[in-house]
């Protein structure tokens, strides 16, 4: 294990030769081997000897300078320009080691430029670059007071990268430059997305300064130490811009991201265009869960068509903890510029709060985006100590704020006033015919709301004329927090022409629970987003039942059968939150369930809240045409289930055989098929005053209990009743037909 630790440091330190070794230029390696200011061996000597070189290939200036520690080059006068591709490759140095953490920087550095000895003239910089394909790596760059420590006056795709600029060799005690690092080229890469190739820029006046196109600033720590959460600030800014074009400071990448904390301001682009800022934590520390703030932390002044954030994965900036504003968009001509997927105010997690000294986001300029209608471009806003979005001043219009999570700020959420201060909310004007920042656009006035399982329904109006509003109007819900901000997206929706009232039912993004409470903004077809509802609205449960239609009722015509198919149309069933409510009847339609007679069929709405509504209808099924008992019995025959007395009834000697007989048809069609039955039941002893009739049948027709038929042509069917085994008394007869219906009368027997 001894021997182990022995190793480490030498098997780190190999990574710093083999990181310089693979990103060199190839070509002639001129070494330093002496601090001294002059001579052979120094590095003044090996500039000259550089640019004395006339080969196609660059030039790499090594370092080899005997003894142990830190070596230390004070130029007396300022080196000369370099004017060919090189590489100044400080990792070359026996003892160096590259940084090998994510979120500290373990660097060893043993080469330090100092300026001690220099007064901070034009001229009097670390490095004067005017070459492209340049590289300076590996190197301490401290005491500079010109008003640039490196300038890359005419250089194009060169590498500043693994460097500490304004503090010393262990990154840790802030030894300041002027300013750090000044580049007017393009192509041009500072840091990177390994940790090695981290710079420390730290400590100085003013860090760095770009005026050109497509350079990119990648992975550094810009205000903070070798820790990642001590504060070295560049004293009047970390990141400049200034008519800059096309330059990338961070990015999406793992390691993309800078670090910008501490600092008076942490970026700030002057009259830029077309610049992207993503991934980079700005007054956080390396963690992103402390605050180490800037003054203010992005400011975009006359900048346009920038993109601050993205709607994909770690394109979003950390913007929490600075003094002052969060990031701010003004000038007269600043436009176009679109703030995507930060988190602003919170810490990394988006959990804690760490919020911004004043606003969140200020704007004082006019047709800029804050968030966006697609997943991932809404912003997070919160904890600031003044309003979370500000839009301030008559020019600021069309300025639109969508789809963000804006809440627990001290005062509104969106703030919308003339003057450098918030005023507010600013209630509803009659058909929003005042003007100010973003129009005054009206808000929202939610008169209900409600929320079933699936589904909700908010019935609202913005009071606003075609003539004071572009149409199509957008419309965003929001679930408030407790001080009435949007806090967590639900809807959105448009409409074309003003409405007196807008009904909506949706399907929420996330479904509120009952009590909580909705509020909401509108915004123009022009991009001008109003404040949120003054007023929020509590979301009351679904308790209403849907509406429910039956189909009218149904006549249905005879059949053998006793229980027959019927088909009926479903009914209609409505409900205010649920599209589809579920509709059951019983019977169903098309079950085999439908008897002679009258079934009631009861049908039952259920919406998604499991609130119910009710109706039925009819469905009425005739039975066989039953033409009468035919004579011997014969008389006028009472029909139904329930019996009734023949008038007269038929009196028949005990003992005889009665011939019982019926026609039956259905629509006019006689019926020679089937299975009727007769039923018996004696219905009393006391037998009528009329003599017996001696009844005979004439034919066979007795089998068991069923009817025979006699008579296909006429449907006549017949059943011989032997009185022998009955007794002397009243006696029902009853004729079941197939379908199910039966028909009744009574007889008397009598000796």
Not at 377 to 402: C, D, K, M, P, Q
Request: a negative charge; charged letters at 10%.
């Amino acid at each position: 294990m001894k021997a182990m630790k022995q190793l480490l440091p030498t098997s780190v330190c190999l990574v710093a030769m083999m990181f310089s070794t693979m990103l060199s230029v190839w070509g002639a390696t001129l070494t330093v081997t002496s601090a001294d200011d002059v001579g052979s061996g120094t590095f003044r000597q090996a500039i000259l000897d550089a640019n004395a070189d006339v080969s196609s290939e660059g030039v790499t200036i090594a370092f080899n300078i005997p003894g142990p520690g830190v070596h230390t080059i004070s130029p007396l006068t300022p080196f000369d320009t370099i004017t060919r591709s090189v590489t100044i490759d400080g990792y070359t140095q026996p003892g160096t080691c590259v940084n090998t953490l994510p979120t500290a920087d373990n660097a060893v550095l043993l080469i330090e430029f100092s300026g001690d000895n220099l007064s901070g003239g034009p001229t009097d910089s670390a490095l004067r670059i005017n070459a492209n394909n340049c590289v300076v790596r590996g190197l301490v760059f401290n005491r500079f007071l010109a008003p640039a420590t490196v300038l890359m006056q005419t250089s194009d795709n060169s590498v500043v990268e693994g460097n500490f600029f304004g503090t010393d060799t262990a990154g840790t005690i802030a030894r300041g430059n002027y300013q750090a690092l000044v580049i007017y080229g393009s192509g041009c890469r500072v840091g990177g997305l390994a940790p090695a190739a981290r710079n420390i820029i730290s400590g100085n006046s003013a860090g760095i300064y770009l005026q050109g196109l497509t350079n990119a600033v990648l992975g550094n720590f810009i205000g903070v130490g070798s820790d990642g959460q001590s504060v070295l600030p560049n004293s009047s800014g970390a990141v400049t811009l200034n008519y800059a074009t096309q330059n990338r400071i961070g990015g999406s990448s793992p390691g993309a991201g800078n670090v910008i904390s501490g600092n008076d301001i942490g970026i700030f682009d002057n009259v830029g265009c077309s610049n992207i800022y993503q991934g980079n934590f700005v007054g956080t520390d390396a963690s992103g869960t402390l605050s180490r703030g800037n003054r203010n932390g992005i400011v975009l002044n006359e900048a346009s068509a920038s993109l601050v954030g993205g709607r994909g994965a770690g394109e979003g900036n950390l913007i929490s903890g600075n003094s002052g504003i969060g990031m701010s968009i003004e000038g007269y001509f600043a436009s176009n510029n679109v703030v995507l997927g930060n988190l602003i105010g919170t810490d990394v997690a988006g959990a804690a709060v760490l919020g911004n000294g004043e606003y969140g986001v200020y704007i004082n300029c006019r047709q800029n985006r804050i968030g966006g209608t697609r997943a991932g471009e809404g912003n997070v806003i919160f904890g600031s100590h003044s309003a979370g979005v500000a839009v301030y001043g008559l020019s600021a219009t069309n300025n639109a704020v969508l789809g963000n999570s804006i809440f627990g700020n001290e005062q509104a959420a969106i703030d919308l006033a003339g003057v450098w201060f918030s005023l507010g909310p600013t209630p509803n004007d009659p058909e929003d015919a005042d003007d100010d920042a973003n129009h005054l656009q009206n808000f929202p006035e939610i008169i209900s709301t409600m929320v079933g399982s699936t589904h909700m329904s908010v019935d609202y109006r913005v009071d606003s004329t075609s003539g004071n509003s572009a149409y199509p109007l957008l419309v965003e819900f929001f679930i408030a927090d407790g001080t009435g901000q949007g806090r967590t997206f639900v809807h959105r929706e448009s409409y074309s022409t003003p409405q007196a009232v807008v009904h909506s039912t949706f399907v929420p993004a996330i479904t509120p629970v009952p009590g909580d409470k909705l509020v909401g903004t509108a915004t123009d077809a022009n991009g001008n987003t109003s404040e949120f509802t003054i007023l929020p609205v509590s979301i009351v449960p679904d308790t209403t039942p849907p509406t429910i239609h039956c189909p009218a009722n149904i006549a249905v015509g005879c059949s053998m059968l006793q229980f027959v198919t019927v088909g009926f149309p479903a009914p209609t069933a409505t409900d205010d939150l649920d599209p589809h409510p579920t509709v059951i009847c019983t019977p169903a339609s098309g079950s085999a369930s439908f008897s002679v007679g009258v079934t009631t069929v009861q049908c039952t709405a259920v919406d998604a809240a499991g609130n119910r509504a009710n109706c039925s209808f009819t469905v009425n099924r005739a039975t066989l045409g039953f033409s009468g008992f035919l004579p011997p019995i014969g008389g006028e025959v009472l029909a139904g289930t329930g019996g009734g007395f023949a008038d007269p009834v038929r009196s028949f000697k005990f003992g005889s055989t009665i011939p019982v007989k019926f026609r039956i048809a259905c629509g006019g069609t006689s019926i020679a098929t089937g299975i009727h039955t007769l039923q018996i039941t004696k219905y009393s002893n006391s037998v009528d005053s009329d003599p017996p009739i001696d009844a005979t049948p004439t034919d066979g027709a007795t089998d068991g209990n069923q009817f025979h038929l006699t008579d296909g042509a006429s449907g006549e069917w017949h059943f011989n009743l032997d009185t022998k085994p009955l007794s002397v008394g009243t006696w029902k007869l009853g004729a079941s037909l197939s379908d199910g219906s039966i028909h009744e009368v009574w007889v008397s027997l009598k000796k």
